[in-house]
């Protein structure tokens, strides 16, 4: 189910760039990236959530450890990109002529909502759990 979901998530972000840019062999990483961004967000929704409840601040404050940070942000995005081609199977491109994959007009729109609802749920629970919780 997951696994489905996911991938219905990258089918819909994939046609979306290869409809606005056009399609070249690197057309599957940024959808790719953003399956890993909506991923995080909705970790980032529930972390804010229970910091809220809670009032127990899960941020991290990093003034030496940026550079390690990212390290780890990067490999999430490069264990999010195996995880979907290589442990999923879920095709690159469509099978289409334009290499757009058919996904039909409802999977379309729930997918859209999920990713826009996801959004902006994780900025509200991040920024009041920034304001509002004590570190």
Do not use: C
């Amino acid at each position: 189910m997951i696994k489905r979901k996911l991938a219905n998530l990258y089918k819909v972000m994939f046609n979306y760039y290869v409809k606005k840019d056009g399609y070249s062999s690197t057309s599957h990483i940024l959808p790719s990236l953003m399956v890993g961004l909506t991923i995080m967000f909705l970790f980032l929704s529930v972390m804010g959530l229970i910091s809220l409840i809670t009032g127990q601040s899960f941020l991290y404050h990093a003034e030496n450890g940026k550079g390690l940070v990212s390290i780890f942000i990067a490999i999430y995005f490069l264990l999010i990109y195996i995880m979907l081609f290589y442990g999923f199977k879920v095709d690159k491109h469509g099978s289409e002529e334009n290499h757009l994959f058919f996904i039909n007009e409802n999977t379309y729109s729930r997918v859209w909502l999920f990713f826009f609802v996801n959004t902006v749920i994780s900025f509200v629970f991040i920024f009041l759990a920034v304001f509002f919780v004590k570190p």
